[in-house]
């Protein structure tokens, strides 16, 4: 289950960030088969490199096997940006989400 999950998780992170397989291998400091290898279900990362794969895409391991966010870089970024807001600031966007999702 996981196993699938991880291999079409970072290949749709990549493909949404616009990065070849070959340049995230390098990005990664691996040969270029390195993420191919991953994608085509023939090994998974290590739990060093998982990290590494994470910090690539800047999100943290809950926000990668999050299953409940379509788009986790963008639910990463969301999360960032409402950490740098005053707390009045954060009760607008609160006001504005639960509109948004007519919890209100």
Same mark, same amino acid.
């Given at each position: 289950? &996981? ?18 397989? &070959?340049?995230?291998? &390098? %990005?990664?400091?691996? @040969? ?7 994608? @085509?279900?023939?090994?998974?990362? @290590? ?7 994470? %910090? &690539?895409? %800047? ?26 807001? @005053?707390? #009045? %600031? ?13 919890? #209100?």
């Amino acid at each position: 289950m &996981y196993t699938e999950f991880t291999r079409e998780r970072i290949t749709r992170l990549r493909m949404k960030k616009g990065v070849s397989e &070959y340049k995230m291998s &390098y %990005d990664l400091g691996h @040969s270029r088969g390195y993420v191919n290898n991953i994608s @085509s279900g023939k090994a998974l990362p @290590s739990m060093q490199e998982f990290f590494a794969i994470c %910090d &690539y895409f %800047d999100l943290t391991p809950a926000e990668f096997f999050n299953t409940d966010v379509a788009d986790p870089l963008v639910f990463s970024e969301i999360n960032e940006l409402l950490r740098k807001l @005053s707390e #009045k %600031d954060m009760k607008l966007v609160l006001d504005l989400i639960q509109r948004l999702a007519g919890e #209100k």
